[in-house]
Every structure is written in C-alpha cells, then in structure tokens.
C-alpha cells in the first residue's frame, strides 16, 4: 500500500497497489488453511466418504449378527453400539457433509460464482464438523452410546445411561450441528446475493433452488435440536429435570423438540437429491425439465408440510386423537408434491433421446427407489396400520427406501456427473455400471425383504431374534443383500481412486451439459470464471452453444454464398 | 428393477420388466401373509381390522407401483436415444400437471376414506361375549389425556401392564382401592376368550412399547404417561410378542405373551391366586405375630425392666369400654366401635361382625385370641385381613385383659 501521497493529484479514480502477492502455498498446509470452496467442498467430500466407509462397516457387522436367529456374535452392548453409530454416522457424518460439500463446490460454479459468500465462515464450518466426527469417534475408547440415533430421553439419561457415550453423542450433534447452520447461512447469502447478472429466480438452476429451500429447513430446525441435546446434557450434568418423568419433567418433550428435527432432516437429506436428479434428468434425455415452476413449487410445498408433520413418528404414544388425524392427513399431503415431482422426472424423459451414463443409471435408480420408499410411507402414514408397523423392519425398510434411494442414490448420480468437473477427469463407466448394477440390485435385495421381516413381527434394534415366521430366511437374504451393496460401494471407490490416476480427460463439457459449471475449464481455475456470461434462460450452456453455432454459420454461409 | 434401466437391448428390459412385475403379483395370489402383509390372524378384532385396512391399502399402493414403474420402465425404454431421432423440446403442460396433481389428491382422499371407515373395528372395543369375565365396577380406569378403551356396556376386565427394564409385569384390577393384594404376574398374561380385556399401560423406567402382532397395534409406555389399549380374544392360545422401543441392553430379550383360556378355566386360576396371595398374607402375619410374641414374652421374663416401660396399672382401675369405644391413640389401636357393632357400647359400625352375635358361644380367652389373631378364625361372609393384627403390640396387657372383661360382660351380661 505505497499509493496514495505520492501518487499524481488528478488521479480520480481509488487504486489499490499491492507490492506483493503472498505466493500460493503448496502441498498440505494449502488444504489445511485454504478457504476455497472448492478445496473445502472436497475435503468435506473426502471426509464424508471416510465416515461412509465406517458407517458401511457398522452396518456390515450388524446384518452379520442378524444373519441367523439367536446369534451370539456381537454382545448386545456392542449391537446396540453399533446401530447407535451407524445412524448417527450416516445420517451426521456422511450424508449432511456429503450434500454440504457437494453444493459447496457446485453451487457457486452453477451460479457465476466466484466463491462462497463467507469463505473463512465456510473453512470454520468444515472443520467443526471434523471436530464433530473425533468426538464421537473419540467415544470408542470408553463406551460409545447405546440409545440409538434417537437418544430417546430417559434412555439417554445418566440414569440409565451412565457412561460418557451419550455426552458425546450430544458434543457431535451440537458441533456437526454449528457447521450445518452456519454452512446453510453461508449458502443462503451466495444464493441469494451472487447469482450471474441476469440469473433471476426464474433462472436458477433447480439444484440451486432445492439447495436454497433445503438451507431454509436447516436454519428453521438446527436450532430446536441443539435446544434439545442442551437440556439433555443440563439434565445429566447440572440436575435439571427436564425429561425426568419422576421430577416433573416429559419424555415426550424429547421426542417432541427431536421430531421436531429429525422429520424435516429427511427432507434435508433428500431434497438436494431431487435438485440433482432435477439436473441429470434433462441433460441426459436431450430436453428441457418438464414443467420447472411446478417442480420448484413442489420444492417449497415439501418443506412448508414437511414441517408440519413431525409427530407421525409418535402415534403409537399417548396423543389425543385429532393430533393423530391431523398428522395423518398432514403426512399424506407431503405425499402430492413428491408425486408431482416424480411424474415431471417421467415427462422429462418422455419424448426425449435418453443416453445412459452411469450418472443416468443411478438417476433412474433413485427413481425406482425412491418410488417404492415413498408408497411405503402411505402406510406408516395411516396411524392405525402404523400401529402395527412402528418400530419394525418395515420402517427400517422404509427408510432406507427413502434416503438411501432419495440421497444416497442421487448423490451417487452426482458424484458420477460431476467427477470430471471436479477432477478434469472421467470416470470408467464400465467400471461404473458394474458399481451400479451391484449397488442397486445389493440394495433391494437387502431391504426389499425387511418389509416382510417387519410384518412378521420383527422389531427393531434387537440383537437376536428367534427363529419364527420365516425370520431366519428373511435375514440371511438381507445379510447377503448387503454384502453385494458393499461391493458395488466399493468398486466406485476403486473407480474414483483409479479414475484421479489414469482417467481419460474429461475437457470443460463432456456431457453437453446446461448449467453453468461446464463453461469454466474443468478442474475450474481459483477465480472459477475469468468472464460470466449473461443469463437468458434455466439452461445458459445451451444458449452459449446456439449462439456458437449461429457465429460458426453465419461465415459458412457468407463463404457459400460467395462461392456460388 | 435394475433390469429396466439398463442401457442393454430392448428385449433383456422388456423381459426384465415382466419378471419384475411377475415376482411381485405372483406370490401376491398365494401367499400374502408374512411376506406382503402383518402375519396376524385369528387374535382380535382390532388386529384384524389393521391387517384389512392394510391389505386394502396395499391395493392401491400395487396399483400405483406398477403403473408409475411401469411408465418409468416403459418412457426408459421407448425414448431411449437412437440415430436419426430427436428429442421433443417440451417444457411442460399445465393441463397434465394439474390433472396429476389433482389426481394424486383423489387417491389419497380415497386412502383416507378407506382408514377412517376402518377405524371404529380398531379403536373401540366390542362388549364382552355373554360368558365373558369382568372386572368390578368400581375398578375401571380413570380417564387421562388419552382414553381408556371401555366397550360400551362399560364391563371389560381391565389389567394394568408395567414396563420396566426387562419384563412386563400385569395386575388384575379388583374391587378394593388397595393394588397390593391384587393378583399379578409377569411376562405372560392370562386372559379370558370372549372377553374385552383393557390394557391401561404404564412405565416404570425408560419407555417401552407393548406390543402383540395378533392383538392389535403397538402403544408405547412411556414414563409419566398413561397409555390405553384392549384386545378380544376369539381362540384359546398363546399370542407372542416383545417390546418394541429400545429400552437398553436387554430390549431384544424384553418377551411378552398372552395366554387365552376359557372363562371358566380363567376364573379357576383367577381363584387360585387370588387364594395364594391370600395364603402368603396370611403365612407372613402368623410369623410376623409369632415374632412379636416372642418378644413380648422376653421382655416379660427380663427382670429388671428398663422404667421408660410404664408399669401396668391394676385392672380394676382400667376403663375396657373406654378402649373400645375410643381406642388408644397414644400407641395406635384402633377402636374396636369403629369397625363392630356392640349394643353395650351404643356402636352399630358394620366393616366387621356384629359381636353380639358372633361373640355369643364365645369364653373370655376365645375372645382374647380373637382380638390378637383375628385370622385365626373368620365369621362367615367376611374376609381375612382386615381387622389390626397389632393388638398384641398396641394395648399392654392389663388393657387386653381390661379390654376382653369388658366385652365378655357386655356380651353375655354381668
């Protein structure tokens, strides 16, 4: 900053005069200090996909403890350990980063970008959910929480649940809980403040929009759950009675202000999985989306309901009866805007010229999945037949219907669609469909069969069951289902780590794709784009490449008409 | 499914989507219990209910899982991209939105339609067959925030389940306020067929959920709350079940099952531990007596009395009626007027036997015995356990002997 006394007094215009830049750092130090979204939405990627692979293993040891009746592989402390982590995991550890990092780098780039609103706020919010998974994890060394991913109160309670387990539990829910607040605000801001000129809300892409309304649901219910594991940690720590039935205080308050969460949680998982399935759709059947103000409609219809419902999770406990006719009919309005959304996916295809990557692949899987997951929630939406469902493994199905074929399934589809724009490399799609027909057939193998493991009267979290109502058979077909999920699970892991080697080169745009992203170079520059083009419609990319096309003609036709 | 979406020749899809839809309809036809719906039968009219209500649900649910995938299956196939064709540039049809929209919406008023003409069979209870067991009037539930299922002649025998980690305890309402002496067991249930049994459910430590496939849905017992559900039974049988919320590390083990006998058969094992408990009451106050009597007799054969023990008064100058009208508060007996009727005395209480009469073959030492074991032997029509059993304890025994005179006298004349 030498500028401005000895610069020439006429100069009108400010200057900023740097001496000089501090060079880029290099090698680890760049990553562990760097406030790139881009950098950090892979990091947050690359960590989620650790924290995938250890939740994968909890699942894997407890479907082999269920594989025969009256196992005794696991203790029952252990089992319930178990479940408790891989719910948490999943659910805190890999699909919330999973879907922070993914729009942390994708956002932007879809928007004209050139980075987050809140750069440093955004570093902050990674690393607090680095500092989230060690605590947890931390718990391995005395005794990880054995109340499930509920922690319903007065389980949870010292009482009950004397070791530090719970504590920990509460830690990570409270810090995973901080990242995705303030990573939500931080893409709140970028979205609402830094859109390219001319990308009015009529103009953003529908991955952006259902990242948008997704960070609304955050920032209405990250608040009630971090109120609720407080009183939990006041109530074992500093003798409040908060849920303590026999000093005054509700169990049912838990369950109330965690529901309160944990129902618009699914559509926080979810919703970004229609947003991509939203953006593979169109590109790959060659057409525009069908009918984009009614699947943003739909979007918002999704959260304002969605909630509004949270106590379909409680109708087998004491609630007056309207309360369980209003939340029945609540739950099954949700149910109109979701079809609405999978019948616009249909006619987005209709009439279209479909290709086939793997990113389609695990597209129209979600569609499959998320069909069947979706009419499951009708019955467990209808009280009375909830009455004999809760808490068996028709749920247990039903929801990994639901995020596992709503998130997982769609982010799958993601990673295969945007690999190359991250990496500049593509991924082998042989490879891939190999993953995919694993993945997808490993899934419905092992959950399509836990609907009738729960209608036969099999509970929930329970280490052992006996050999009643075919229960036996049910199991060992579902363990052997999630042996061959693994497997497609792992070969794109092997697909990733062999396509950052060796894959082929993937250029800006190798899908033709219509959104912003695949104008800038592929992997994009720090700056993102040197130029951002002026929007005129949902799909930019296709504009760009008409108005190539149009200036590539026009000469040739001038070159003809010469000739002739 | 996976078969539909694959990008391979259109026959391996087609056929894929036949299998598909054949391995759901198939075992549809024959088997649907277990595997498509709850795998409850026979139990109660409630679980029945649920299993029709599901079933018809499921109705409509195939439906549309095989329209929806199969227009998936079908546009997949169809529109797949092939030389020469391309794609239709549309970007939507309001019409065809709003009619899918709309059309959503009527399946689910169906839906609801369905569940609420389905909902009186599972939510209120029958009456009791003619032959069914019931409990006393008087030991109905008292309505909370949620009610009690009552059938509408308001007769159902009603049984209280506990949960408490790791066992399901269940008490038989009867007609005294006092819950102690009702009869109980645990784990396993015994009921009645034919009869509308109301459960009011109850947690004693964590939550729990009681939970019988075959008779009904699951309620949750929950700490500090009350929970209400009922079953009737049509089959002797057992019915199985286990909690069903997470309650620690025993939650898998937490078994539950209730067994349907006749009435009759019901009532004799009703008797016989209504009998048993009465037994062991009545085993433990004969020892209890025993030990007192012990003591007393030390105390007696200790010579040198500690002098807090006041020193008994000459019998002459104690007032028996006065006992037994008024008792003696400063030690706790209580007065004999207050629960016999005795012409001397001007009491006419009726808890008790009228001792004018019952008193009447009796000597002074039978009357004595009487009053420190009143188990011992029990007029005709009333029941053991009622009378003190610390007379023995409360009077000294010159105000035993004041006491049984006076009562002699006023009995048989002076």
Redesign the interface.
């Known amino acids: 900053m030498t500028s401005a006394t000895s610069s020439a007094p006429q100069t009108a215009v400010p200057e900023i005069v740097v001496d000089s830049a501090k060079p880029p750092q290099s090698g680890w130090l760049a990553w562990l200090t760097t406030t790139d979204h881009k950098r950090i939405g892979i990091m947050y990627m690359v960590a989620a996909w650790m924290f995938l692979v250890i939740g994968g293993v909890e699942a894997l040891l407890i479907r082999l403890q269920l594989a025969v009746p009256d196992n005794t592989l696991l203790s029952?402390?252990t089992y319930?350990a178990l479940f408790t982590m891989h719910g948490t995991t999943m659910v805190f550890l890999f699909l919330m980063p999973m879907i922070v990092g993914l729009a942390n780098y994708i956002v932007p780039l879809m928007i004209g970008a050139r980075d987050m609103a809140f750069p440093k706020l955004n570093a902050l919010s990674f690393w607090l959910f680095i500092a989230g998974g060690i605590v947890f994890y931390g718990s391995l060394l005395f005794s990880p929480a054995?109340?499930?991913w509920t922690c319903?109160a007065?389980?949870s309670e010292t009482?009950?649940s004397p070791s530090n387990g719970v504590d920990s539990w509460i830690f990570l829910v409270h810090l995973t809980g901080v990242t995705s607040f303030i990573g939500a605000l931080n893409l709140f801001v970028t979205i609402t403040n830094m859109r390219a000129p001319g990308m009015s809300w009529g103009r953003v892409p529908l991955y952006v929009w259902t990242m948008l309304v997704q960070s609304i649901l955050l920032i209405i219910s990250i608040p009630v759950i971090a109120g609720a594991v407080t009183l939990l940690l006041t109530d074992r720590h500093f003798g409040t009675h908060f849920y303590d039935?026999?000093n005054g205080?509700?169990?049912?308050l838990w369950q109330h202000l965690f529901w309160f969460f944990g129902h618009p949680e699914v559509y926080i998982l979810v919703l970004p999985g229609f947003g991509i399935i939203s953006e593979i759709l169109p590109v790959f059947?060659?057409?525009?989306?069908?009918?984009?103000?009614?699947i943003v409609a739909a979007t918002l219809a999704i959260a304002v309901i969605g909630t509004l419902v949270w106590a379909h999770h409680m109708f087998?406990?004491?609630?007056?009866?309207f309360l369980l006719v209003f939340f029945?009919?609540g739950t099954?309005?949700v149910?109109?805007p979701t079809?609405?959304k999978?019948?616009?996916w249909?006619?987005t295809?209709?009439?279209?010229?479909?290709?086939?990557p793997v990113s389609m692949?695990y597209s129209?899987?979600f569609?499959?999945?998320f069909?069947?997951g979706g009419?499951?929630g009708?019955?467990l939406a209808?009280f009375?037949?909830?009455?004999?469902?809760?808490?068996?493994y028709f749920v247990v199905a039903h929801f990994h219907y639901t995020i596992v074929g709503g998130a997982v399934f769609a982010l799958m589809a993601g990673i295969y669609y945007w690999f190359p724009k991250i990496t500049g490399r593509l991924l082998d799609e042989k490879l891939g469909?190999v993953s995919f027909?694993l993945t997808?057939?490993g899934f419905?193998i092992t959950f399509l069969i836990q609907h009738?493991a729960g209608?036969?009267?099999m509970?929930?979290?329970?280490?052992?069951?006996a050999d009643?109502?075919?229960l036996g058979l049910y199991n060992m077909i579902s363990t052997i289902g999630s042996f061959i999920l693994a497997l497609g699970v792992l070969l794109t892991i092997v697909n990733i780590v062999k396509g950052l080697r060796s894959g082929a080169k993937a250029g800006p745009d190798p899908w033709r794709g219509n959104t912003l992203e695949w104008f800038t170079p592929s992997p994009p520059p720090v700056n993102n784009f040197d130029v951002v083009p002026r929007i005129r419609s949902v799909e930019p990319m296709q504009d760009i490449r008409r108005q190539i096309a149009r200036q590539d003609r026009v000469p040739e036709e001038a070159g003809t008409a010469a000739g002739s | 499914?996976?078969a539909?979406?694959?990008?391979r020749p259109a026959q391996t899809s087609l056929l894929g989507a036949i299998v598909v839809v054949g391995c759901v309809l198939a075992p549809a036809s024959t088997a649907l219990a277990?595997?498509?719906?709850?795998?409850?039968a026979g139990g109660s009219p409630n679980?029945e209910?649920?299993?029709s209500?599901?079933f018809l649900?499921?109705a409509i649910?195939l439906i549309?899982?095989v329209g929806?995938?199969g227009?998936?299956a079908f546009?997949?196939y169809r529109?797949?991209?092939?030389p020469g064709?391309?794609?239709?540039?549309?970007?939507?049809?309001n019409r065809?939105?709003i009619g899918?929209?709309v059309g959503?919406?009527l399946v689910?008023v169906l839906?609801?339609l369905v569940?609420f003409l389905?909902?009186d069979q599972?939510?209120n209870p029958p009456n009791s067959d003619a032959n069914g067991v019931s409990s006393p009037r008087n030991a109905s539930f008292t309505p909370?925030?949620?009610?009690p299922a009552i059938p509408p002649n308001g007769r159902s025998l009603n049984i209280d389940v506990t949960g408490q980690?790791y066992l399901w305890r269940y008490s038989y309402a009867d007609a005294d306020t006092n819950s102690l002496n009702n009869v109980f067991s645990y784990e396993q249930m015994v009921v009645p067929t034919g009869t509308t049994v109301s459960l009011r459910i109850r947690a004693q430590?964590?939550?729990h959920?009681w939970?019988i496939?075959d008779l009904?849905?699951?309620?949750?017992a929950?700490?500090?709350?009350?929970?209400?559900t009922w079953f009737k039974i049509s089959e002797p049988g057992v019915y199985?079940?286990?909690?069903?919320?997470?309650?620690?590390?025993?939650?898998?083990?937490m078994i539950a099952s209730v067994k349907a006998v006749s009435p009759a058969a019901f009532r004799v094992w009703y008797a016989e531990q209504k009998a048993a408990i009465a037994a062991a009451k009545q085993d433990a106050a004969t020892a209890r007596n025993a030990l007192l009597a012990k003591q007393e007799a030390a105390a007696k054969a200790m010579p040198s009395e500690p002098a807090v023990k006041a020193v008994p008064a000459p019998a002459a100058a104690i007032d028996g009626k006065k006992i037994f009208v008024a008792g003696v508060p400063a030690t706790g007996a209580l007065a004999c007027g207050s629960c016999h009727a005795l012409k001397d005395a001007g009491s006419n209480a009726a808890v008790g036997p009228n001792l004018d009469v019952v008193l009447k073959p009796d000597n002074a030492a039978m009357i004595k015995e009487s009053i420190l074991y009143p188990n011992k032997e029990i007029a005709k029509g009333y029941a053991k356990g009622i009378m003190p059993l610390n007379y023995g304890k409360t009077l000294t025994s010159a105000q035993l002997n004041a006491l049984v005179k006076y009562i002699d006298e006023a009995v048989h004349g002076k």
């Open positions: 029952p402390q319930n054995e109340c499930g319903y007065p389980l009482a009950f039935p026999t205080g509700s169990p049912l059947s060659r057409k525009p989306i069908f009918g984009y103000k009614a087998t406990v004491p609630l007056p009866f029945m009919l099954y309005l149910a109109i079809g609405v999978i019948f616009n249909i006619f295809m209709w009439r279209g010229a479909i290709e086939f692949l129209l899987g569609l499959a999945t069909l069947l009419i499951t009708i019955f209808t009375p037949v909830d009455w004999q469902l809760h808490d068996t469909k027909a997808l057939s419905w009738s209608l036969s009267g509970p929930r979290r329970v280490y052992e069951y009643v109502n075919n | 499914m996976r539909l979406i694959r990008s277990g595997v498509l719906g709850p795998d409850s679980a209910g649920i299993r209500l599901y649900i499921f649910a549309i899982f929806v995938g227009l998936i546009t997949v529109f797949r991209a092939r064709v391309e794609a239709q540039q549309t970007k939507g049809n065809l939105e899918w929209t959503a919406a689910l839906i609801s569940t389905k909902l599972i939510r909370g925030p949620a009610k980690q430590d964590v939550q959920s939970w496939p009904g849905g699951k309620f949750d929950v700490p500090g709350y009350t929970n209400y199985r079940g286990q909690c069903a919320e997470l309650c620690g590390r025993g939650h898998a083990t």
